[in-house]
Nanobody, 121 residues
Framework: QVQLVESGGGLVQAGGSLRLSCAAS????????MGWYRQAPGKQRALVAA???????NYANSVKGRFTISRDNAKNTVYLQMNSLKPEDTAVYYC???????????????WGQGTQVTVSS
């Protein structure tokens, strides 16, 4: 079994910062990419940022210049540094990984449990 465990969510004032972490554990063999998605009340789940196994990154336009995604490959961990937070960033943030399990030839997507980020004005 593969598990993604998230941490770092919380309540901050507008203009503040948070750093989210997500660690993959279990029968992980190769991680192709990891990323962060978010879902606000009444909204669809949407990509925030993603990073590939060779370090290519992709950001939603709404967070460019404010958020930074990074990885620690040795720890199978992805981070999301969120600066200059706005009330519009309030959402549940979900970690995602596309990876191969040990002894598998099929890559699959896995999801974390979600962590609440609330930005007050």
């Amino acid at each position: 079994q593969v598990q993604l465990v998230e941490s770092g969510g919380g309540l901050v004032q507008a203009g503040g910062s948070l750093r989210l972490s997500c660690a993959a554990s279990g029968r992980v063999f190769i991680i192709n990419a990891m990323g962060w998605y978010r879902q606000a009340p009444g909204k669809q789940r949407a990509l925030v940022a993603a990073i590939s196994n060779i370090g290519n990154t992709n950001y939603a336009n709404s967070v460019k210049g404010r958020f930074t995604i990074s990885r620690d490959n040795a720890k199978n961990t992805v981070y999301l540094q969120m600066n200059s937070l706005k009330p519009e960033d309030t959402a549940v943030y979900y970690c995602n990984a596309n990876l191969f399990e040990e002894k598998s030839r099929l890559a699959s997507d896995y999801w974390g449990q979600g962590t609440q980020v609330t930005v007050s004005s």
